[in-house]
């Protein structure tokens, strides 16, 4: 890989890192700001099933200024890194024509994306 390829990776990791962490941040302060305004009356929910119900559920949280939603949605956040970073080191590989890795990271990512939409309900 070029020298200007790698350091492109490198600028995009980061900057994946720094959303994450920064957006996961904001969101988990969000939440206990509301947790402390509205008087500390958290009640504990577990969302499961297909990420599409769960985004459904903590958007529609979120809506109501539930603090759980916001705190589920920095955990989420926090969830999507490593898949954020997959999907740069696919295209970054792709760029640089090494098409087994490009392979390899595109069955990954198909894998997880399956999980994602299937999900599992909780008993």
Known sequence: MSERLEAQRRLITVWILRTSIGLSVACIAAGLAVFLIKGADYQPHTPSGP??????????????????????????????????????????????????????????????????FTGQDAG
Do not use: C, K
């Open 51 to 116: 990420i599409t119900a769960i985004l459904a559920y903590v958007w529609q949280e979120a809506m109501g200024l539930h603090a759980s939603a916001f705190l589920d949605a920095g955990i989420l956040v926090m969830l999507f890194t490593p898949l954020a970073r997959l999907a740069s080191g696919v295209v970054a590989n792709a760029r640089a024509r090494d098409w087994l890795y490009v392979g390899i990271g595109a069955v990954v990512i198909a894998l997880v994306l399956t999980g994602l």
